[in-house]
């Protein structure tokens, strides 16, 4: 009799941890959702579809909102303001009134830009933004812009930075590659490798000394 009940025992004892042992992805009985189901993002962790949703219009329902993008109008740390002109002929023409954030740069802020600006544009533009970097001598792209010439001296900084945010023609958007701050820097640099415009430096005005 002793025998057997040590043996049942045994038995329901070894059939409990092999029970328990079933599925380690499942928690079981949960006595507190937030701590077994965390709202932090967990990287490549898969949400419970029963318990997190990503439908806005759900939010405050028995499920948790949560779709991984921060709050609409958040602004990164030192990143710039929002630019509102949008991706359309009208954005485009009005982006020449918009005047560069950034009105001086250290040399160490000039020399990061320039570096910028060879990863991500020489490829196309050239070192020396003439237009002639080596997809460009490949001939794969064509049309590409020499930076250096007249109307791109003329160019608004706004223009520039409208055409970097949202690409141009074969020229593909950068702004999910570059913040803001780094688009108007760029636009610096490369006023550094322009010409000085034939227009805003005035012609030298011998009138005035002939007339005296
Ligand atoms: C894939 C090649 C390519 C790369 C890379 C590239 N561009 Fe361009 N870019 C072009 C082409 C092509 C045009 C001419 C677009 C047009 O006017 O049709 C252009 C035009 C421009 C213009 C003139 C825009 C205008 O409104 O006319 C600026 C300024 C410019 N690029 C800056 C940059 C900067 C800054 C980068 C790096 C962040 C860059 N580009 C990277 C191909 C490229």
């Given at each position: 009799m002793?025998k057997?009940?040590t043996?049942?025992?045994?038995?329901l004892?070894?059939?409990?941890?092999?029970?328990?042992c079933?599925?380690?992805?499942?928690?079981?009985k949960?006595?507190?959702p937030d701590?077994?189901y965390?709202r932090?993002?967990e990287?490549?962790a898969?949400r419970?579809?029963?318990v997190?949703?990503a439908?806005?219009?759900l939010r405050g329902s028995?499920k948790?909102?949560?779709?991984?993008t921060?709050?609409?109008?958040?602004?990164k740390?030192?990143?710039?303001f929002?630019?509102?002109?949008?991706d359309?002929?009208?954005g485009?023409?009005k982006?020449a009134?918009?005047?560069?954030?950034?009105?001086?740069?250290?040399d160490?802020?000039m020399?990061?830009?320039?570096?910028?600006?060879n990863?991500?544009?020489?490829?196309?533009?050239?070192?020396?933004?003439?237009g002639?970097?080596?997809i460009?001598?490949?001939?794969?792209i064509?049309?590409?812009a020499n930076?250096?010439?007249d109307?791109?001296v003329?160019m608004a900084?706004?223009?520039?930075?409208?055409?970097?945010t949202?690409g141009?023609?074969l020229?593909g958007?950068?702004a999910s590659?570059l913040d803001r701050?780094?688009?108007?820097m760029i636009?610096?640099?490369?006023?550094?490798?322009?010409?000085?415009?034939?227009?805003?430096?005035?012609?030298?005005?011998?009138?005035?000394?002939?007339?005296?």
């Amino acid at each position: 009799m002793k025998k057997i009940t040590t043996i049942s025992v045994l038995a329901l004892m070894a059939g409990i941890i092999l029970v328990s042992c079933d599925n380690k992805r499942q928690p079981g009985k949960i006595y507190m959702p937030d701590m077994a189901y965390s709202r932090a993002y967990e990287t490549y962790a898969e949400r419970d579809s029963n318990v997190f949703t990503a439908n806005p219009a759900l939010r405050g329902s028995s499920k948790i909102f949560y779709n991984n993008t921060p709050v609409a109008g958040t602004i990164k740390r030192g990143e710039l303001f929002p630019y509102t002109l949008t991706d359309d002929s009208v954005g485009y023409a009005k982006s020449a009134s918009v005047p560069n954030p950034i009105a001086s740069m250290t040399d160490a802020e000039m020399s990061e830009a320039g570096r910028l600006f060879n990863i991500n544009c020489a490829i196309c533009h050239g070192e020396k933004a003439q237009g002639n970097g080596p997809i460009s001598t490949s001939g794969k792209i064509g049309g590409i812009a020499n930076l250096t010439l007249d109307n791109y001296v003329k160019m608004a900084d706004g223009t520039m930075f409208h055409s970097i945010t949202y690409g141009k023609n074969l020229m593909g958007s950068y702004a999910s590659q570059l913040d803001r701050k780094q688009r108007w820097m760029i636009v610096k640099y490369i006023r550094t490798l322009q010409p000085k415009a034939a227009a805003a430096v005035p012609a030298t005005d011998n009138t005035q000394k002939a007339t005296k």
